[in-house]
């Protein structure tokens, strides 16, 4: 195991150069290292569990500090800034050099990485510092904001600095983000995916681990993890499972009932359940496997009813999210921990199709989350699904 003594960290954008304070902490979530860990590391003792729960609880913190999600469990040690499972996948893109993320249950926290954390001040004081001037065209994202627009808001924050302002030499020219006028977005239009699965090879030629195997980049991992597509070479970082479990309340394709079943795509793969006959209430628990691209897209689910004589009938589709999933898989490679645990959440609301908020939890040394989907551009229905990283040689 490399070990790190604390140092100047000459390269570091972070409020650790602008104060003057320095901190080099171990990075659970990089993928490009093996973990760091101190010489002199303790234990976490009750009073430095009891001053990390209070830093939490301050106001401010309760919120990630870049998407205002609630309820963050995630922290970049290099900023003092409470972060959600989302963000702190763009975080850890970054590179440990800019941003260092821990995880609050999966990390054992010490004295001085805690002091650390209360010394840089939390979501407020390094807001005021990072988001002192966005420009009036730029839009901080929100909970359900996409990937791309979560991303390209944290690296303009963090690594390029484009928000910063130095009250010495440096004068802001934007309207702060509070005084600017509110602008509307579009939703990107959806893509079918009905007879992808049709096409689809039934095995690829990946056989590493999942575990550990994350950040490796060297040749020979990487010739054993590249599929010919119709896209070209596709680089795959793991497998993800997913269980399918029932269906509630589906939309009429016949007439009474539907012949209902499931299309899972990502990227240029796709694969399908089983139809079950004459059922608006259907009850697959039926797992279904796909590799993870590099570059991680969305979890496409589709739903069709059966015809024998003409065309498939729709009925009904979701996007999901699993870049949080992955990031969770991710940090648990490093961690000691088995006990089961809430590692991260996906909040229901008005603007996204959960009808539940969707868990990432820690069971039995598994990363899991289930969610319950509002299935789109149909009269009804609802789709339940279990999600899983699971190792590349299952």
């Not at 689910?301 to 059966?306: E, G, N, P, W």
């Amino acid at each position: 195991m490399e070990r790190l003594e604390t140092s100047s960290q000459q390269d570091n954008p972070g409020p650790a150069d602008v104060s003057g304070s320095v901190a080099c902490l171990y990075d659970l979530l990089s993928s490009e290292t093996e973990s760091w860990r101190y010489q002199n590391d303790q234990p976490t003792s009750s009073g430095t569990q009891e001053r990390l729960e209070n830093f939490l609880q301050q106001s401010g913190n309760q919120l990630c500090a870049d998407c205002g999600t609630p309820d963050p469990k995630w922290v970049s040690i290099t900023y003092g800034v409470l972060i959600c499972i989302k963000c702190s996948g763009v975080h850890r893109s970054l590179g440990v050099h800019i941003s260092k993320v821990l995880s609050v249950k999966l990390d054992e926290w010490n004295n001085e990485q805690v002091n650390t954390l209360v010394n840089l001040g939390g979501n407020t004081a390094v807001n005021t510092m990072y988001e002192a001037c966005i420009p009036v065209n730029l839009k901080k994202p929100k909970p359900d904001s996409s990937p791309e627009e979560r991303s390209d808001f944290i690296r303009k924050k963090y690594e390029q600095r484009q928000f910063l302002t130095y009250a010495d030499h440096m004068s802001c020219p934007f309207i702060p983000s509070h005084k600017r006028s509110s602008s509307s977005s579009n939703s990107s239009p959806s893509i079918s995916y009905k007879k992808q699965y049709e096409k689809q090879a039934t095995k690829h030629r990946i056989g590493h681990a999942f575990r550990n195997s994350w950040g490796r980049k060297d040749a020979e991992h990487k010739a054993a993890k590249k599929l010919d597509s119709s896209a070209g070479m596709v680089e795959f970082i793991g497998l993800i499972k997913v269980n399918v479990v029932k269906g509630t309340n589906l939309a009429i394709r016949d007439v009474m009932t539907s012949d209902p079943y499931v299309i899972l795509a990502i990227g240029h793969q796709s694969v399908k359940t089983r139809v079950i006959k004459n059922n608006l209430n259907p009850v697959w628990n039926e797992s279904l496997m796909l590799s993870i691209p590099e570059h991680i897209p969305p979890l496409k689910v589709l739903v069709y009813d059966k015809d024998k004589f003409k065309t498939d009938d729709f009925m009904g589709e979701a996007e999901i999210d699993i870049q949080p999933l992955v990031a969770a898989a991710k940090a648990y490679e490093d961690s000691t921990i088995n006990e089961s645990m809430q590692l991260g959440k996906w909040i229901a609301s008005k603007d996204n199709t959960l009808v539940k908020d969707g868990i990432i939890y820690l069971t039995d040394g598994k990363v899991k989350q289930e969610i319950s989907l509002r299935l789109q551009n149909v009269e009804r229905g609802v789709l339940e699904i279990e999600l899983e990283c699971v190792p590349l040689t299952q």
